[in-house]
Structures are given as C-alpha cells and as structure tokens.
C-alpha cells in the first residue's frame, strides 16, 4: 500500500475513534456510490452525518472546506441521497470534515460540523 494510503487509514481510523468517544454510531466506512466514496457514515443525534476524512503530515494552509472540491461535494451529496434512500433513513443529513495532522508520535484533530453549509 502506498504512503499516503496507509496515512490515509490512519486518519480514517483515528476520526472512527474519536466520532465514537463523542457519541456517534459508525454506520459504514468507505462507503461508495458511482463515482463518490463516503469516508464515514454516522448517526448523531437527529442526523445522519457524512464525514470526509483529511489526512495530512502538514497543517492546512486554507480554511478546511476549501480542502473539498466543488465536485467531490457533489458527489458526496448524491451518494448520500442514494444512501438515505436504500436504507430508509429518515434524518437529515449533515456533512462534517474532520482534518488530522499527524507526525510520528502525535496528532491534531479539528472537527468541522455542518461543513458545507459554510461553503
């Protein structure tokens, strides 16, 4: 596996953890629809959360929604709507970030909720 998939994982793995200790319930991981993948599925409260997991050895030099395309964004929202509607969720739907800069011996975790209501 590539380096940057394995801190890919890492990161992945790290935000399940952290999602969990604040409450969510982990629905599906890598979760894909046509083009789109679904880093992580959640039900916290009253939503059905969809988080795009960032990964990085550096921290980000633009604020963290601008790390997610436009496209991806649209992608992620019709696979969530698939998603809903072959599980018949009904919640509403929220897209967090969660963005991790790791080094060799420790990590920082920002959480950013309701993401792309900020775009």
Known sequence: MAIHNDLGAK????????????????????????????????????????????TRTAPAMVPLIQLVPPSKIHHLIRAA??????????????????????????YDLEHLKDAFYHF
Do not use: C, P, W
């Open 11 to 54: 990161g992945e793995h790290i935000a399940q953890e952290y999602l969990i200790s604040k409450g969510y319930e982990i629905r599906a991981v890598n979760y894909r629809h046509r083009k789109a993948e679904i880093d992580i599925i959640a039900l916290h409260e009253d939503f059905l959360v969809v988080i795009e997991v960032k």
């Open 81 to 106: 709507n698939y998603y809903m509607q072959r599980y018949k969720v009904n919640k509403e739907a929220r897209f967090d970030i969660v963005y991790i800069t790791m080094d060799t011996h420790s």
